[in-house]
């Protein structure tokens, strides 16, 4: 008899994503799935996906999950959290998402210390409306609103997510992947892991930037998106753990326990 | 229940706690300032109560509704140029028919305006407000007993219909104090099945508001329109004053209704027989109310503090079966009630 080494997550619904060839959509969902099933927590997860590609997130996680206003997902996930302390909320958010319409709430739910987990999937261009200007579109990128490349005198420069908030006193773990290779989605997955025990421990705010191939708008092939992740966006974004506050969050509880 | 001395603000907080409101969220800004410390101040010694300052009206309002799907009762407050910047959550939490209350203290518009009261909100709060096919649920309440009433009252019908609910005063309503009695709220009827509290082991849940399809998307609007005409037929209310034997009827609300009445006992004094048709829903507007009542009175006076709004449902309701004249005082204008009693005195002279 066979033994089964690989399938789908409980977590996931039996659908087909609608996610272009080559779009780290999927492997993130996939990812979050199989994190929300190890770790048990399906019946007690709440999830608040956004505005942009992500916003039919619904129609693939198998669990419960309200769908925020551009931008809105960490106010809305901070009511979730702050009526339901025991459940485990995430918000899924773009760049755009995160980083412009919404800096304000995403900024200060961080800043408070709301102890939810923050999915960023940051791929330097508005997928959904078609291939316009990110706030983290790199210097000299072609977008449909910068056709001469993006230029920092006229629209600056790439914002960055984790460097930024990692200062905040609020946050608790900060890190930043990329799914374009097997080293770095298995990386990814543990990323989101901890990021995940860190709230179930009730240690505070989290965010995983995961950095993410659009072939479509980019215009390359799904093997130039994920070297260009490489050879250019990690420069501008660098990975690694920017902040990781679990060492003494947990002994500090340890103390008050 | 004894009476106790309380202005406006401090009463819609304290009506909402007593209600059950255990999540509140808001922003400062004047005139209903006094009612967002009340929250921080009494949701501490509520249990599981949480009160948030957050960073935008915005941000505000969205926390509301995640707290709403998860199933606690809610409120945010602001005054009119916040309650714009509500308008998008407002939007999402009709189209997602999660319940809520916001409270709207007016002051004068447009734009950053003045903190002063104002009527001058009553389209955006009785026309949806923000975008898409909805409507809201309006109170507008004249007296701080009414606020204590009809905040308790809005909790239950924004979870029996499932859709936000306003209350619209004015800087007025919100800082005046007069002696309240809370009435004993009802026990909450809501539904575990509309909220959001994880699968467990059943079947997840989502809510959205986004329909691609265009006939599901039709179909919603309809189901939404279906549910906006039970609460135009069933839930319109008004008061009635000195109509019975009035040659002229004024019709006006909250803080104008107030003036009104005051005019009206001056005009009374001097032979005018003057009445008052007072909205306090003004969504759903007492329309087939005030059409009845324009069966026998052909003379009415609009006065609003705003150049002429709901002077618009007046005119829908009477459809040109009666005159109908209007005196606005926009801005932040309080007129006196003699100011007022002059004005209509004018028009009944004309009349008679």
């Known amino acids: 008899m066979a033994k089964k080494v690989f399938g789908r997550p409980k977590s996931l619904k ?4 609608h996610y272009c060839p ?20 399906r019946g007690i997860t709440i999830g608040v996906p956004p505005a942009g590609c992500a916003v039919l997130a619904y129609n693939y996680f198998d669990i419960d999950m309200i769908e925020a206003q551009h931008g809105r997902g960490p106010a809305t996930a901070s009511g979730i959290k702050r009526t339901l302390p025991d459940r485990l909320v995430f918000s899924y958010q773009g760049d755009g998402d995160l980083a412009a319409i919404g800096i304000a709430e995403s900024f200060h739910a961080a800043n408070r210390g709301e102890n939810i987990t923050v999915i960023f999937m940051n791929n330097a261009v508005y997928g959904m409306t078609g291939g316009q200007m990110a706030p983290t579109t790199m210097l000299e990128q072609k977008t449909t609103t910068t056709p001469g490349g993006r230029n920092k005198s006229s629209e600056g420069f790439p914002v960055k997510v984790c460097e930024l908030f990692s200062q905040l006193p609020g946050t608790t773990y900060v890190e930043r992947c990329a799914v374009n290779s097997p080293a770095g989605v ?21 965010l995983i930037e995961i950095l993410s191939p659009c072939p479509t708008n980019w215009k390359m092939s799904s093997i130039d998106s994920c070297k260009w992740i490489d050879n250019v966006m990690s420069k501008e974004f660098p990975l690694g753990v920017f902040k990781d506050n679990l060492p003494a969050a947990k002994k500090s509880g340890e103390a008050a326990s | 229940m004894n009476k106790v001395l309380m202005s406006g603000n401090n009463v819609i907080g304290e009506a909402a706690i007593r209600a059950g409101c255990r999540f509140y969220a808001g922003y400062p800004i004047t005139p209903q300032n006094e009612l967002t410390e009340y929250m921080a101040e009494h949701m501490r010694n509520a249990p599981g109560g949480v009160f948030i300052q957050s960073e935008s009206e915005i941000a505000a309002i969205h926390m509301i509704a995640g707290a709403s799907v998860a199933g606690a009762r809610v409120m945010t407050s602001s005054s009119s140029p916040g309650i714009s910047l509500k308008q998008e959550g407002i939007s999402s939490m009709a189209a997602c028919e999660l319940p809520g209350i916001i409270v709207n203290i007016m ?43 009809l905040t308790m009252d809005a909790f ?19 800082q005046m104090m007069e002696p309240v009695i809370f009435k004993k709220p009802k026990p909450r009827e809501y539904s575990e099945k509309f909220m959001l509290r994880g699968a467990g082991n059943g079947k997840s849940k989502f809510i959205r508001g986004l329909i691609l399809d265009a006939i599901d998307m039709e179909e919603h609007n309809w189901k939404l329109a279906r549910k906006y005409q039970i609460i135009t037929d069933k839930e319109p209310l008004r008061e009635e004053y000195k109509t019975a034997d009035a040659k002229l009827v004024i019709v006006a609300y909250g803080t104008a209704a107030r003036i ?32 009845e009542l324009a069966e026998k009175i052909k003379n009415f006076v ?15 309701a009477i459809q040109g079966t009666a005159s109908i004249e209007f005196h606005g005082r926009p801005g932040g204008v309080v007129p006196t009630p003699a100011n007022l009693a002059n004005v209509v005195a004018r028009y009944y002279a004309k009349k008679d």
């Open chain 1, 14 to 17: 039996e659908a087909v994503f």
């Open chain 1, 22 to 41: 080559g779009c780290g959509h999927s492997i993130a969902h996939r990812l979050v799935a199989e994190v929300i099933d190890e770790l048990g927590i």
């Open chain 1, 186 to 206: 298995s990386k990814t997955k543990k990323a989101i892991k901890k990021a995940f025990q860190c709230q179930m421990d009730g240690h505070g705010f989290s």
């Open chain 2, 107 to 149: 002051r004068g518009g447009p734009g950053l305006g003045n903190i002063l009261p104002a009527q001058g909100d009553y389209f955006q709060a009785t026309r949806g407000g923000g975008h898409g096919d909805y409507r809201t649920i309006v109170f507008g309440p004249a007296t701080c007993q009414e606020l204590a009433d």
């Open chain 2, 156 to 174: 239950d019908l924004a979870d029996k219909y499932r859709t936000p609910v306003m209350i619209l005063a004015d800087g007025m309503m919100g």
């Open chain 2, 260 to 291: 009104a009445k005051g005019a009206i006992k001056r005009l009374r004094d001097n032979g005018m027989k003057v009445g008052l048709f007072r909205p306090i829903t003004l969504w759903p507007f007492p329309m087939l109310q005030l059409r």
């Open chain 2, 302 to 316: 609009v006065f609003e503090m705003s150049t002429g709004q709901m002077v618009e449902d007046v005119r829908l």
